[in-house]
């Protein structure tokens, strides 16, 4: 089975530039989320996905972060314009939904930001 | 914010030798997972134990949970090389969502 596949693998952009994270979850994997991983810290949910609908953004800062899947499948996520402090790694994991919110997250291997 | 703490921050031991590290959280939860992290790489579900069992093994693994302390552990024994990782908790409800601590950092040394 394929695991969840994250492009680019790493990127450096100068701060005020714009920066776009491409996910593909596993096949039949319904929920998709992003998260951002800052050096020292766990991950923290930027957005999650139920199919091609967003189940929760309250993380996401709407000003500049963006994120889509459309057709329920492969997921984007853009930063517009990229300030310094969101240099991190930017995680993306899905799951296939069962009943009682115990399913197993599979992550991708990330993306690691550098914002100069 | 974060809902799980992990104690210690690091942790060096020897091979051969056991590894505790602890989780605390705050609010109730429907279950906690604790994940592996390899230096530059994506987090990998090593158990899930939901809050109504007290403890569950897989493997050199094994995870305990008080729900009336609001607390975990994991305890890997007989360390090996390749488990030097960070080692994340994660709290899960009814919302298909998990709130992470900030990891324990384990060095084991040859």
């Known amino acids: 089975e394929a695991g969840v596949a994250q492009s680019p693998r790493y990127k450096i952009i100068e701060k005020r530039q714009s920066v776009a994270f491409w996910c593909n979850p596993i096949?039949?994997?319904?929920?998709l989320y992003w998260y951002q991983q800052i050096l020292g810290q766990g991950p923290k949910l930027l957005i999650q996905?139920?199919?091609?609908?967003?189940?929760?953004d309250s993380q996401l800062p709407k000003d500049r972060f963006s994120a889509e899947r459309l057709k329920g499948v492969d997921s984007t996520l853009k930063i517009q314009p990229a300030k310094l402090e969101d240099s991190a790694v930017y995680l993306c994991a899905s799951s296939f939904m069962t009943s009682g919110g115990l399913e197993t997250q599979y992550f991708g291997p990330g993306t690691r930001l550098l914002v100069l | 914010s974060q809902q799980g703490e992990e104690d210690p921050q690091a942790l060096s031991i020897q091979e051969g030798e056991n590894a505790t590290m602890n989780c605390s959280y705050k609010?109730?939860?429907?279950?906690l997972q604790w994940y592996r992290q390899n230096s530059g790489r994506g987090l990998v579900h090593l158990i899930l134990?939901?809050?109504?069992?007290r403890e569950k093994h897989s493997g050199r693994l094994r995870v305990t949970l008080d729900t009336s302390k609001k607390s975990s552990s994991l305890l890997i024994t007989a360390s090996r090389a390749a488990d030097t990782a960070s080692y994340f908790c994660?709290?899960?409800?009814?919302?298909?969502?998990?709130?992470f601590g900030a990891g324990t950092t384990v060095t084991v040394r040859a």
């Open positions: 134990i939901r809050s109504n069992e």
């Open positions: 096949s039949g994997h319904a929920t």
């Open positions: 994660a709290t899960g409800n009814n919302d298909y969502k998990l709130s």
């Open positions: 996905f139920q199919n091609n609908g967003v189940v929760d």
């Open positions: 609010t109730s939860i429907n279950n």
